[in-house]
């Protein structure tokens, strides 16, 4: 849609034939400020705390328990309302009258318009997330929010490091596309990812492109508890140690950052686990063994 600026209208007024002066005038008097107005999209959530219901679009499998699933805007031309790094909220009733709540970080562009796309993963016992596997096309689940984690800003850091396990990927797959789509945006960004297997390892395609096409903004390392015998890996079989993060960590200073995401276990072993959303709680175990403390790191 073309934006026209006050003075190209008055220009475009003047150019206008005579003879076509008084329809030209009446088209112009009545055009919509919109179309000549580059006004935001529409926001699906806004943060009022109300539940919106979200049509499932589609769900596709990335591993044998991890699915990406694609829900429908209420409107195609409405954008998600997040900005990075945010969540929602997901619920469902059940048989007996009992809310089920859940937290998922989409991790579809926030500017993306008509839908919003997740990457869960399927837990034996997660009342959630059977309840989203078992939803079939146009099924609707509950959404609200967004409720922010960190507020990213332009170059905030000078350097990151960010630290994840199986779908703790999320919300550092939100500021690594954050940071590497904005040409203004020159933070460094080092990931260290750990998962179950090379088959599990989610979002690969995306990150290893992001990898290739900004070298020297950002690196990657793989871990995987095991690989197959005569399986092909570019990465590191075993634990994240601290000697592996010394290496890919820039040192804890006012110019850099440590973000941290994954299962319970990864959360004691590298950064100590929250004590609640509101409170961060000591930075423990690796980390701390490195240096840093909660003014070096975040949990989401």
Not at 14 to 35: D, F, Q
Not at 65 to 81: A, C, H, M, R, Y
Not at 146 to 164: A, D, M, S, V, Y
Not at 240 to 267: A, M, W
Request: aromatic share 10%; hydrophobic share 35%.
């Amino acid at each position: 849609m073309s934006i026209f600026s006050r003075n190209l209208l008055t220009n475009y007024k003047i150019a206008i034939p005579i003879v076509a002066g008084i329809g030209s005038a009446y088209y112009l008097s009545t055009m919509s400020t919109s179309t000549i107005k580059n006004d935001p999209a529409p926001k699906a959530f806004t943060g009022d705390d109300q539940w919106i219901d979200l049509k499932l679009k589609s769900a596709k499998s990335l591993s044998s328990n991890t699915k990406e699933f694609i829900f429908d805007l209420p409107s195609k031309d409405q954008v998600s309302g997040l900005i990075v790094a945010s969540c929602l909220l997901t619920k469902f009733v059940t048989p007996k009258g009992s809310n089920v709540i859940r937290p998922y970080t989409p991790i579809s562009d926030v500017n993306d318009k008509g839908e919003i796309q997740f990457v869960i993963k399927r837990y034996p016992d997660g009342k959630m997330s059977n309840h989203i596997f078992d939803l079939k096309e146009n099924d609707t689940l509950s959404f609200k929010g967004p409720i922010l984690k960190w507020k990213w800003e332009e170059n905030q850091f000078r350097e990151i490091t960010l630290i994840g396990g199986g779908t703790g990927i999320t919300p550092l797959y939100q500021l690594i596309h954050k940071i590497l789509t904005n040409p203004n945006d020159n933070t460094r960004i080092s990931l260290i990812y750990g998962s179950t297997s090379p088959e599990d390892i989610l979002l690969k395609g995306e990150l290893d492109s992001l990898a290739q096409t900004h070298p020297q903004q950002f690196s990657i390392d793989y871990f995987v508890d095991k690989a197959p015998t005569g399986t092909e890996f570019n990465g590191k079989v075993g634990y994240i140690t601290e000697e592996d993060l010394k290496k890919s960590l820039f040192g804890p200073s006012n110019d850099s950052h440590v973000f941290v995401c994954g299962p319970p276990p990864l959360y004691k072993a590298i950064s100590g686990n929250k004590v609640s959303p509101s409170d961060q709680g000591e930075v423990t175990g690796i980390l701390a063994n490195l240096g840093y403390t909660k003014e070096h790191v975040f949990k989401f």
